[in-house]
T-cell receptor, first 114, second 113 residues
C-alpha cells in the first residue's frame, strides 16, 4: 500500500514565524501536491511538483514556497506565518501504477497561527 | 477554468436510508471524475472513479455514473451505515489540467443509528 506521511498532525505557531511542513511518500511517485482544506471551500492546490527540484504554482501559492530535494520528500514552507494561513494542510502523491490521475493523501496537518 | 459544484451539507440520515449527493462539473474536453471520502481525523481516500461518459464507478456499495449530457456525477448508496459518516468530495481531472485535481467543497454526511 502507498503510504504518505506528514511530519505533524497538529501544529501551533506564532504570527511571523517560518513554518516547515514535511511530507514523505514511500512509493517512488514522481508527482507530489500540497493542498489546504478550509470549510466550505474544499481543497485548494497550493503547489505541486512533478519531479525532483521541479515545482509549479497551484491556485493559491501566495505566502507559500516549496522544496523538493529528494523524490520522496516534498516540503511546504510558510516564510512568515499569518493568521489567515490557519488551516488543514494535506499532502498527496501520484505515480505510475496508481491509476489515471488518482492521488494518495496523507493524514493532514492542522496548523493554527496565533 | 474547471470547476466542481456539489450539494451543500451537512446531510443527516438514519441508518439504512438512501443517499444521494449531487455533483455537477464544468470542464473543457472530457475529464475523469472521482469521489473521495475523508473519515474523521484522516486524509482523503479514493472512493470511486469514472474515466469516460456512461461509465459507472462503484465501491463499498456506493455508485456514481458519469453523465456527459448533464455534466453530472451524483453519488448514491442504497442503504447507508453509521460507518459511512464522513466528508465526501467530488473531483475532476481534465486533459488540460496537468494532472491536477479540482475539488468540490465537500459534503458532510452523518448517519444516525
Amino acid at each position: 500500500d502507498v503510504k504518505v506521511t506528514q511530519s505533524s498532525r497538529y501544529l501551533v505557531k506564532r504570527t511571523g514565524e517560518k513554518v516547515f511542513l514535511e511530507c514523505v511518500q514511500d512509493m517512488d511517485h514522481e508527482n507530489m501536491f500540497w493542498y489546504r482544506q478550509d470549510p466550505g471551500l474544499g481543497l485548494r492546490l497550493i503547489y505541486f511538483s512533478y519531479d525532483v527540484k521541479m515545482k509549479e504554482k497551484g491556485d493559491i501559492p501566495e505566502g507559500y514556497s516549496v522544496s523538493r530535494e529528494k523524490k520522496e520528500r516534498f516540503s511546504l514552507i510558510l516564510e512568515s506565518a499569518s493568521t489567515n494561513q490557519t488551516s488543514m494542510y494535506l499532502c498527496a502523491s501520484r505515480g505510475p501504477g496508481t491509476g489515471l490521475y488518482e492521488q494518495y493523501f496523507g493524514p493532514g496537518t492542522r496548523l493554527t497561527v496565533t | 477554468g474547471d470547476s466542481v459544484t456539489q450539494m451543500e451539507g451537512p446531510v443527516t440520515l438514519s441508518e439504512e436510508a438512501f443517499l444521494t449527493i449531487n455533483c455537477t462539473y464544468t470542464a473543457t474536453g472530457y475529464p475523469s471524475l472521482f469521489w473521495y471520502v475523508q473519515y474523521p481525523g484522516e486524509g482523503l481516500q479514493l472512493l470511486l472513479k469514472a474515466t469516460k461518459a456512461d461509465d459507472k464507478g462503484s465501491n463499498k456499495g456506493f455508485e456514481a455514473t458519469y453523465r456527459k449530457e448533464t455534466t453530472s456525477f451524483h453519488l448514491e448508496k442504497g442503504s447507508v451505515q453509521v460507518s459511512d459518516s464522513a466528508v465526501y468530495f467530488c473531483a475532476l481531472s481534465g486533459p488540460g489540467s496537468a494532472r491536477q485535481l479540482t475539488f468540490g467543497s465537500g459534503t458532510q454526511l452523518t448517519v444516525l443509528p
